[in-house]
């Protein structure tokens, strides 16, 4: 087991702190779904309270750092070579609807490079973690992704377009590419969290378009960590949020091929 650096210490206390306010949020959705006017309004005050509290936890053991928010966007900090890239709620649509399946997602960026990951996971108390070179855990687990090598074993994460996104067509087309060959597709509505799982060998690999970077910027390094590949439609080795195609190293390049087939 490796201990745990003083950064991703910082990232996940603050992770905590913001959790410990999510779940109280989380118990009065589950009241409010009841309720005529619905929890549209308390949600995104959630967020937001979230987001918040992930700020200042981080402001005042990083000072001068940057962050990309979800909420408030990019805020310039006096170290130009350090930011933080934060999802407060990644699965807002989950939570909306009382499903116990969303996270807080932290990435730092140093000079343009994510260095430092943390995802957390509230309802199952699980913390993902990883730094780059030094390998990516859960809770206290090194991770590894999975082993599985034939698509026909795989079980792949997606995330399918919502209203107001482009690519619905597409994606159908690539759904219909894909489904044929694999044991599985999922859509569980976080992808910090679909990364993750990959990481912990649960799902084999992932694909989605259109996302943003706070989605995907500490997940991907977690894959990575535990010996996976992320890429995107052009085999580069990229974290790219137009379109992520992500697996361990037998499955990435299946999923890749079929994607590109889909589209041809
Ligand atoms: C969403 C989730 C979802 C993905 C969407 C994202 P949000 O983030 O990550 O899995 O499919 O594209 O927007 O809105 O819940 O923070
Ligand atoms: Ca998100
Ligand atoms: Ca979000």
Redesign the pocket.
């Known amino acids: 087991m490796a201990q745990a650096s003083a950064l991703l210490n910082i990232m996940m206390d603050a992770a905590r702190k913001a959790a410990r306010k999510l779940n109280r949020d989380f118990g009065e959705v589950e009241n409010l779904q009841v309720s005529k006017k619905g929890p549209a309004d308390f949600v995104s005050a959630a967020?937001k309270a979230a987001e918040r509290i992930l700020v200042e936890v981080l402001e005042e053991k990083r000072p001068g750092y940057g962050f990309l928010l979800?909420e408030s966007g990019a805020v310039k900090g006096t170290d130009p070579s350090h930011r933080f890239i934060i999802?407060?709620?990644?699965?807002?649509?989950?939570?909306l609807h009382a499903i116990p399946h969303?996270s807080i997602s932290i990435a730092l960026e140093r000079e343009g490079e994510i260095v430092a990951g943390v995802v957390y996971d509230p309802m199952r108390d699980e913390m993902f973690r990883a730094e780059r070179f030094k390998g990516a855990f859960l809770n206290d687990r090194r991770l590894e992704v999975s082993s599985r090598a034939l698509m026909a074993d795989a079980v792949i994460a997606?995330?399918?377009?919502?209203m107001g996104?482009p690519g619905h067509a597409r994606f159908l087309k690539e759904l219909h590419r894909i489904t044929p060959h694999v044991a599985s597709v999922r859509?569980?509505?976080?992808?910090?969290?679909?990364l993750c799982w990959l990481a912990a060998g649960r799902y084999d690999g992932y694909w989605?378009r259109?996302?943003?970077l706070?989605?995907?910027a500490a997940g991907a390094l977690i894959v990575r960590e535990a010996g996976g590949l992320v890429g995107d439609d052009t085999g580069e080795n990229t974290i790219d949020p137009a379109i992520i195609i992500a697996g361990n190293a037998q499955i990435q390049p299946q999923l890749l091929a079929l994607i590109n087939k889909a589209n041809a």
């Open positions: 967020d979800e999802d407060p709620l990644d699965g807002t649509t989950n939570f969303f997606t995330g399918i377009p919502h996104r859509r569980f509505g976080s992808a910090a969290l679909d989605e259109n996302i943003q706070w989605d995907v």
